[in-house]
């Protein structure tokens, strides 16, 4: 389930990056730099950053998915923000501690039938991500915890 999940995520053309920092050095800049560079519409979501939207429900065309860079109490939020905006695909990102996961938030998406990827980084599904993210993917499919393809 969880890939199928990240395969949606993926196949989305445009989505909300929670928590983008303002920072252009910032892991997230870099993150989002990324999805750009990839043909994504990148649309920042951050209430602390006035180039970036306040919330979730201000996007302009709505958006039907989220990655989350945020701390996990901050998440509690964001997901009712989500569930507001309509948002039915949710990635809390996690590259090791807990990131933005929070099992509170995943509760509360299970009632609200928001999808949620818990956990991961983007850059552990891209084609030729390069090193170091290559690493990590050798590493999470040596310990079985790679999500898989669906058969």
Known sequence: MTRELIDRFLAQPRFAFVGLSRNPRDFSRMLAAEFERRGYEVV???PSDPQALARLQDIRPPVQAALL???STATEQVVRDAAEARVTL???YSAGAGGAISEKAIDFCAEHDIDV?????PYQFFPDAGFPHNLHVFFLKLTGTYPRQPA
Do not use: E, K, Q, R
């Not at 990827?117 to 980084?121: N, S």
């Open 44 to 46: 920042g979501v951050n």
């Open 90 to 92: 949710l990635w809390m």
């Open 117 to 121: 990827i818990a956990g991961y980084c």
């Open 69 to 71: 860079m945020t701390s």
